[in-house]
Nanobody
Framework: VQLQASGGGLVQAGGSLTLSCAAS????????VAWFRETPGNEREIVAA????????YYANSVAGRFAISRENAKNMVYLRMDNLKPEDTAVYYC??????????????????WGQGTLVTVSS
């Protein structure tokens, strides 16, 4: 079971990026999925989460209205669309799947499968 994240890079403030996460497992409707981010000296924080029903979503206050999480079950892919990026969005972003949980999960400890991280740098 592996996750491969991609799509990070350098972007100017106000720009957009879409992160992708390819899963070697079926990401399907039974698994909660999420994106987290981490900056040096800080704990990994939730950015967005998708309920195992594929409908309900959670967004951190700092990204609500700018980011969108989605998945494409047929391709075992999870995405994070990021618009109107700000310098404070600079971080390493991780995708995660909770294969032993159900519902909408926002705590890192609930996720047992993690991608390797992709760096997003937003310049001012």
């Amino acid at each position: 079971v592996q996750l491969q994240a991609s799509g990070g890079g350098l972007v100017q403030a106000g720009g957009s990026l879409t992160l992708s996460c390819a899963a070697s497992i079926r990401t399907g409707r039974n698994y909660p999925v999420a994106w987290f981010r981490e900056t040096p000296g800080n704990e990994r924080e939730i950015v967005a989460a998708l309920h195992s029903d594929g409908v309900d979503r959670y967004y951190a206050n700092s990204v609500a209205g700018r980011f969108a999480i989605s998945r494409e079950n047929a391709k075992n892919m999870v995405y994070l669309r990021m618009d109107n990026l700000k310098p404070e969005d600079t971080a390493v972003y991780y995708c995660a799947v909770a294969t032993a949980s159900w519902g909408l999960q926002t705590f890192p400890g609930r996720y047992n499968v993690w991608g390797q991280g992709t760096l997003v740098t937003v310049s001012s």
